[in-house]
């Protein structure tokens, strides 16, 4: 089945506790990008990668790395979270010729 | 800038009523409009896409939506609602420079019975 899988689906830290929440795709996706969902907000990019070895800010990259070593995987990784990083992240890939991201089913973080 | 604008954070109706969520959106380029459907603790679904064409786009579930380039808009219909379509619905547009998807604020669809 073609899909995006994240892991962990929750998780409740405390804020300086290094994280990283996984993101896989078995599509042969090109483009990954991560996606913070907060409420009255929307969905925000936090970065995305073109291909492996390429990625780039999107519009809240603060406090977020990422790495694009192999083309399915695309970790996000909280280096030293805080309370603000509270939220739902979203995982999604598409095609880089593509119309359709495919979204993950979501991590819901909470850092204390 | 290309922005997305839903004019409603919560939409609530009674089961087998119709429903309308609106969608304004700004780009000054050509556009690629999605409807995404969130049910209550799950991922992010598309419900329908316009890319070019008919301006009436057809998606899941009964959904329809239309594009009107004159007043910048994607509104989301379906004729009659069922308790099951109770979830968070964004609107978004494609940006083309980048490929990444800009959302609106959601609308909270609550049907009531």
């Known amino acids: 089945e073609a899909q995006v899988t994240q892991n962990p689906r929750y998780l409740i830290t405390v804020t300086g506790k290094k994280l990283t929440v996984t993101c896989s795709q078995n599509m042969n996706h090109e483009y990954m990008s991560w996606y913070r969902q907060d409420p009255g907000l929307g969905l925000r990019q936090i970065y995305y990668s073109m291909n492996v070895e390429v990625t780039d800010k999107g519009d809240v990259p603060e406090g977020y790395k990422v790495s694009r070593k192999e083309k399915r995987n695309f970790p996000l990784i909280l280096e030293s979270p805080s309370p603000n990083q509270t939220s739902l992240y979203f995982c999604?890939?598409?095609?880089?010729?593509?119309?359709?991201?495919?979204f993950g089913p979501g991590t819901r973080l909470t850092v204390l | 800038a290309q922005s997305v604008t839903q004019l409603d954070s919560q939409v609530p109706v009674f089961e087998e009523a119709p429903v309308e969520l609106r969608c304004n959106y700004s780009s000054s380029v050509s556009v690629y409009l999605f409807w995404y459907v969130q049910y209550p603790n799950q991922g992010l679904q598309l419900l329908l896409k316009?890319?070019?064409?008919?301006?009436l786009v057809k998606g899941i579930n009964g959904f329809e939506a239309e594009f009107n380039k004159s007043q910048t808009s994607f509104h989301l219909r379906k004729p009659s609602v069922h308790i099951s379509d109770t979830a968070e619905y964004f609107c978004a547009v494609l940006s083309g420079n980048t490929g990444k998807l800009i959302f609106g604020q959601g609308t909270t669809l609550q049907v009531k019975p």
């Open positions: 999604a890939s598409r095609t880089v010729s593509g119309d359709t991201q495919y």
């Open positions: 316009y890319l070019s064409g008919s301006t």
